[in-house]
């Protein structure tokens, strides 16, 4: 009884002690309204950079890749005799998609 006895007083006084030490946390005036406006900014922001760095350092890495694997495919067309399609294909058109996403991918994101 007595282990009994010292658990519930270990329960009691972590409660009372959770109920005296905390406190409520009020936001002063509208937050959300805060908060939606720090995001139009920064959403501009990141808009900005996409278009001007991440974009342009895709297409570029895409490019070059794309013009390896065309290399190297006509490589082994010289050696082999049979023209392997698929890498540059692929390559090309991930950078027809990667050139043409800044028109579209706003709209489709909502920014």
Known sequence: MNRFKKTVILILTTAMLCVFLSSAAYGAGKVSAAIESTWKDAAAQIKDITNKVIFPAVDLVLAILFFVKLATSYFEYKKHGQFEFTGPA???????????????????LNL
């Open 90 to 108: 692929i390559l090309f058109f991930g950078l027809i998609f990667s050139l043409t996403a800044p028109l579209y991918i706003w709209q489709i």
